[in-house]
C-alpha cells in the first residue's frame, strides 16, 4: 500500500485574494524525474544562501527532506544540480551548478509562457466580477 506523502511546505501557498490566477506547472521528465515550484524554490533557496541545510530551514524543512529533493533531481537528471563548496573560516556550503542554474531558469521560463499563454483563460474561469 502505497504510504502517503505529507504536504511539502516548500509547496506554493494558495494566491492571497485579489491575486491575478496562475499555474502551477511540474514537469514530468520521464524515469520518475519530477521537477515542480517545490525543488525548483529549493534550488533558488540554495543558491541564495549557500547551504542546504539553511535553505531548506528557511523553507520549513528538515535538512534531510531537502537533501533528498536534491538528490531526486541528482539522480533524474543523471548530473548533479548542487556542488559542495569546501570549508574554510566560515565552513562549507553548497552552491548550484550549471545545470542546477538552467533548471531554474528553463522551469521559470516555461512557468512564464504557460501562465502568458493561461492568462484570459483562467481569468474567464473567474467569471465577471461582481458590481
Known amino acids: 500500500m502505497p504510504r502517503a506523502r505529507p504536504s511539502s511546505p516548500a509547496a506554493p501557498e494558495p494566491s492571497p485574494a485579489g491575486a ?11 524515469g520518475g524525474c ?28 528538515s535538512y534531510r527532506r531537502a537533501w533528498e529533493l536534491v538528490e531526486a533531481v541528482n ?8 556542488e559542495a563548496v569546501a570549508g574554510g573560516a566560515g565552513g562549507g556550503g553548497a552552491r548550484l551548478t550549471e545545470v542546477g542554474h538552467a533548471v531554474i531558469a528553463t522551469y521559470r521560463g516555461i512557468e512564464a ?3 502568458l499563454l493561461a492568462a484570459g483563460r483562467l481569468v474567464a474561469l473567474l467569471g465577471p466580477e461582481p458590481r
Open 20 to 30: 491575478a490566477p496562475s499555474l502551477s506547472i511540474r514537469l514530468d521528465l520521464g
Open 34 to 61: 519530477r521537477i515542480g515550484p517545490g525543488k525548483v524554490r529549493l534550488l533558488e533557496e540554495i543558491g541564495r544562501v549557500g547551504s542546504i541545510s539553511a535553505a531548506g530551514r528557511s523553507l520549513g524543512m
Open 75 to 82: 539522480r533524474g537528471l543523471g548530473r548533479p544540480v548542487v
Open 113 to 115: 509562457e504557460a501562465n
